[in-house]
């Protein structure tokens, strides 16, 4: 499929359509399995337009709708791509179903992935399947020693790796990613963070390997310094320094030279930074929002004794079922809860038993029946108090923030600290 589709219209892979074409991020990757140490995560920087940084993180099924509202408003864009905040194949389920459900919707959309490349090269041969046509791998050091002055840590299944064995562990599975996406024929863009005496010299050997391994086009983007991360200290790259770094490796390479360092939830023409436009929308369609499925007409609530939201979603045998009326609101039926065991396949059963509720009341949610509710546009709300108060926000589509403020724990979006992985 990828033949039919004009991939000559992406915006950052080809530098001569980027005033006509545009692209869309769809922030649904929230965690990282690496810690760079030029990186401080955060997820609401809104006067901020660098990567890593997005107002909201978005669910599969909500990304979807999100890029519908998008394109409605924006026929240029050509191109949905997901760049984080975190890393694509962090959490890979969550990349693979929004673009499953992308291509499902917009047959002819471009797409894009953009990763650290630790964990990529197993999901190469879905991606060829749904048709991504680019991806972008971030390839900082092809030495060790220069890796590991980069990476505080890499996380690569259960174990954590650091200093050269971390840069070691990384290399290796990004030139296999790259290796692999290559003999599918997908195009390959390698990013390069330039950090001025770190891997200022070793860039034009970055090229020189990205090259060997058939990569399309490098794009050498100078270090962002972010406040409380190891390298906060050292200065941008100047524009003079970059320019000959661009030109040593661009005699190697093809270089991309009209980057804007984008956004997660960047959208609109690449040097026309439209989020603002487009925050109210996602706000609206990010994890935590209430206003997405007005169709369905019920709210459950985990509850002990009907008046009080007290009960963890998983410890719940039961759930009180509410709706609402000329009166108020009412409480229709109890439905009971799928039993305790068999994996994921309990969510599955849990979303199906509330597939009419748009919303469900719970004290505590885990993370997998968090991201299987979300995928069928029931959203948890994690809060403490009277369900009346719960119902009312929902049913007025008002700031859930607000009740989950009740109760100890992170704000929307996840980890806010220094990309320490604990999104």
């Given at each position: 499929m990828i033949n039919r589709l004009n991939i000559h219209n992406h915006p950052c892979f080809n530098g001569e359509v980027k005033g006509k074409y545009g692209r869309v991020h769809l922030p649904v990757a929230p965690q990282c399995n690496i810690k760079c140490n030029y990186c401080n995560r955060r997820y609401d920087c809104v006067n901020e337009s660098r990567p890593g940084v997005s107002s909201a993180v978005l669910s599969p099924a909500r990304a979807v709708n999100y890029l519908e509202e998008v394109l409605a408003k924006a026929p240029e864009i050509t191109v949905a791509g997901i760049a984080g905040p975190g890393d694509a194949f962090a959490e890979p389920e969550r990349t693979l179903e929004t673009l499953r459900e992308v291509r499902k919707r917009f047959p002819d959309l471009l797409l894009c992935v953009a990763?650290?490349?630790?964990?990529?090269?197993?999901?190469?041969?879905?991606?060829?399947e749904l048709s991504v046509s680019h991806v972008t791998i971030t390839v900082n050091a092809v030495d060790p020693d220069f890796g590991a002055l980069i990476y505080g840590w890499v996380r690569f299944g259960k174990k954590v790796y650091r200093k050269r064995q971390a840069a070691e562990m990384l290399l290796n599975r990004q030139l296999a990613a790259i290796s692999a996406l290559k003999r599918k024929g997908i195009v390959v863009k390698v990013n390069t963070i330039v950090v001025p005496g770190i891997?200022?010299?070793?860039?034009v050997d970055v090229a020189k390997m990205m090259a060997d391994l058939g990569v399309d086009i490098q794009n050498c983007m100078a270090m962002y310094p972010n406040a409380d991360s190891p390298f906060s200290a050292i200065p941008e790259p100047s524009p003079k320094l970059m320019s000959e770094i661009q030109a040593k490796a661009g005699r190697i390479m093809p270089q991309m030279m009209h980057c804007t360092r984008c956004r997660a939830?960047?959208?609109g023409l690449l040097g026309v930074d439209a989020s603002a436009e487009y925050r109210g929308c996602l706000a609206r369609n990010a994890e935590g929002a209430v206003s997405c499925a007005p169709d369905k007409p019920y709210v459950a609530v985990a509850t002990l004794e009907g008046v009080l939201v007290n009960q963890h979603l998983g410890h719940a045998y039961k759930f009180q079922i509410w709706g609402k009326s000329d009166q108020g609101f009412e409480l229709m039926e109890e439905r009971e809860a799928p039993p305790v065991g068999d994996g994921d396949n309990r969510w599955l059963r849990l979303a199906s038993t509330l597939g009419d509720c748009r919303a469900v009341l719970v004290s505590a949610i885990g993370a997998a029946p968090r991201r299987f509710l979300l995928q069928h546009n029931i959203v948890p709300v994690e809060m403490s108090g009277?369900?009346?108060?719960?119902?009312?926000t929902v049913y007025q589509g008002g700031d859930i923030d607000s009740l989950k403020g009740r109760r100890k724990g992170i704000a929307k979006g996840g980890c806010c600290g220094a990309g320490e992985g604990c999104g």
């Open positions: 990763s650290n490349g630790l964990n990529a090269v197993q999901y190469v041969d879905e991606l060829e891997n200022d010299h070793h860039v939830d960047a959208v009277f369900i009346r108060q719960g119902l009312e």
